[in-house]
């Protein structure tokens, strides 16, 4: 069962440091998470990801490991862990985020939701219980609770009736999982989705129903339907409204979040945990993130700077290659371009969360955090 401590709170603003313990291993908060949809960070040796990368703990995807390579592979390997050759800590969304963004091939009702393969067209459905069996089966040390990711411009009616639906897969979501045990030897805790799109009201709502099914198996709680539509001051705002809600002695989640100052300003606020896939997917267009600010690597300027990629990067990419060159593979549609900018995102979103944990422990989060963000925003 994973256990949760608080280490430290900085005094200017609601962020913290802690330690998320599981059977894989510990996770020091705050973390970014690295996402593994189908078993893979997309461009990533797992050997980089512990090494180089420092990654705590990735993601898998319940829609896309259920869909292929399928559940009975995934038994017959003994879960994902094996699967993918992962020995650290797993984290699997429950799906919802993927069968939202399928809204034209799946029909929600309270029974669950009925979907289109994206692959095939072949039909299923995920129910509560059945979404707990494939998580069992999957194997992941934190699994989430299905739910509806509702659109973030949605009006209060449609929002009202979706966050009805997200809790009554929530009661019987958390009553198989705490009715059924774990497949492979450790321990499985899941956490619930709090939503109710960007009305405050429905946000309270949201948490006061969690916090009448919590119990022993409940590791944390998520922040779902942000960053999903709605303006970036509506997500903050909503995060000011949750947090303080939620129990100080477990997790805090913000699902698919964000940019390095989408991150921190969501430290501020009292998120524990981040997950997104902009690392990868904009290093693989020649996006990269840095401390001094924003590089596009297709940019004729890069084509003679000869100087390393990230003076200040903390992974072996950074002063092995120099910028000049990652421009030139960019240029020439090479697949290592991708690889590389990549490594170097993700090293950079871990440095990050681990500098933003040092200040919070020192106490000066908030006047840093004030400093840095003009920063991580500006082109170069």
Known sequence: MSQFSLIAQDPGSAARAGVLTTDHGEIRTPIFMPVGTVGSVKGVYHRDLKEDIKAQIILGNTYHLYLRPGLDSLRKAGGLHKFEHWDGPILTDSGGFQVFSLAPIRKLTPEGCKFSSHIDGSKHIFTPENNVETQRIIGADIIMALDECCPGDADYRYAEKSLRLTQGWLERFAKHFDETEPLYGYSQTMFPIIQGCVYPDLRQRAVEHALRLDGANRGGYAVGGLAVGEPTE???????????????????????????????????????????????????????????GILNMRNAKWTDDFGPLDPRGTSFVDSYYTRAYLH?????????????????????????????????????????KQGVVPKLMQRL
């Open 234 to 292: 509506k997500m903050y705002e909503m995060l000011e409204v949750t947090c303080p809600l939620l129990p100080q002695d477990k997790p805090r989640y913000l699902m698919g979040v964000g940019t390095p100052a989408n991150i921190l300003e969501g430290i501020a606020r009292g998120i524990d945990m981040f997950d997104c896939v902009m690392p990868t997917r904009n290093g693989r267009n020649g996006m990269l993130f840095t401390w001094n």
């Open 328 to 368: 030139h593979l960019f240029i020439a549609g090479e697949m290592f371009a991708a690889m590389v900018a990549s490594e170097h995102n993700l090293a950079f979103y871990l440095d990050l969360v681990r500098v933003a944990r040092e200040h919070i422990v020192a106490g000066d989060f908030a006047a840093w």
